[in-house]
């Protein structure tokens, strides 16, 4: 940004599934008359719609929606890559807004964005194809034990349910004989825009019946003959989630309907759980429920009124 141009924002909007991200951000993008980012890393897929709960055009209300159903199921795409390809449409974005909103449940794509990644060593893709194979045959709990033998500290952070991040340390634990939390300096790279963090949140009672609606009205639409169109490629890493996994289970005579319905909504629940987790431990968000609009917007200008200051 040149000291002759004026500021610009990027209002990152964060929380749960089925908290009300969509409505709420497409209010403030309407407001501060701008476009909306995606970070939620499922979205990105052409082919999963239902069970991403993809803002429809009617919910979209003509505002544009960037990163969702920007690409095919078959091209593996990764957060090193959202953030390159963020930074490169930011750069556009403001030269026609002065504040942009990026909003998403995925707080890794979230955080590529606001910090930058940290650099990764190149890694053996025999390595990972071998830990996918060992998770598939052997389950969660042997890759788990051999992290905490290579790195004990990043073993207290992983979320212990993700076998994607599991499987992503080991990589590099194996590949280059160091500690995959070595590599993971934390450092925020210096961002050419002022960043204000939102975090959305309701009583948890609240928020469950929100997600048994939300997955119910899944399974109205057809969430089930979208998980068999996509059973093919139940090995991709944004199908290994909530919402596919369970009917592929399903799918694989693991259980009945009825234990798949209520495993769909329990590990809805229990994703929710670990999103807020996330947010919580990995930065400074001011907090509001969806319906707190005044406040918010307050929040908004006046973290805008500190930034021209500085």
Request: aromatic share 10%.
């Amino acid at each position: 940004m040149s000291a002759t141009q004026a500021p610009r924002f990027l209002i990152v909007v964060v929380g749960p599934t089925a908290v009300g991200k969509t409505d709420l951000c497409v209010r403030l993008a309407q407001h501060f008359g701008t476009e909306i980012i995606s970070a939620d890393s499922r979205q990105f897929y052409q082919e999963m719609s239902i069970g991403t709960a993809k803002p429809t055009a009617e919910e979209q209300q003509g505002i544009a929606h960037h990163f969702v159903d920007s690409h095919p199921i078959t091209e593996l795409y990764n957060a090193g890559a959202y953030e390159q390809d963020v930074l490169a449409l930011l750069g556009k974005l403001f030269q026609q807004h002065k504040t942009v909103i990026l909003t998403g449940g995925s707080g890794l794509y979230v955080r590529a964005v606001t910090n930058g990644m940290d650099e990764m060593p190149e890694t053996d893709p025999a390595v990972r194809d071998g830990l996918t194979v060992r998770y598939q045959q052997e389950g969660l709990q042997p890759l788990l034990e051999q992290l905490k033998q290579l790195d004990p500290a990043y073993y207290e952070r992983v979320d212990k349910a993700n076998p994607q991040r599991v499987i992503r340390a080991l990589e590099v634990c194996l590949s280059s004989g160091q500690p995959y939390s070595d590599f993971r300096k934390a450092t925020a790279r210096p961002r050419p825009f002022h960043i204000i963090k939102i975090g959305l949140s309701r009583d948890r009672q609240e928020l469950y019946e929100r997600i048994d609606r939300r997955m119910d009205l899944m399974l109205e639409q057809g969430l089930l003959q979208e998980a068999k169109a996509l059973y093919p490629y139940r090995d991709h890493n944004a199908l290994q989630t909530v919402g596919y996994k369970e009917i592929f289970d399903y799918l694989e005579g693991q259980y009945d309907w009825d234990e798949a319905v209520r495993l769909l909504k329990r590990n809805s629940r229990r994703y929710a759980k670990r999103q807020l987790t996330w947010f919580h431990k990995h930065a400074d968000y001011a907090w509001f429920h969806p319906e707190e609009w005044d406040a918010m917007l307050a929040f908004i200008r006046d973290q805008m009124q500190l930034a021209r200051q500085v």
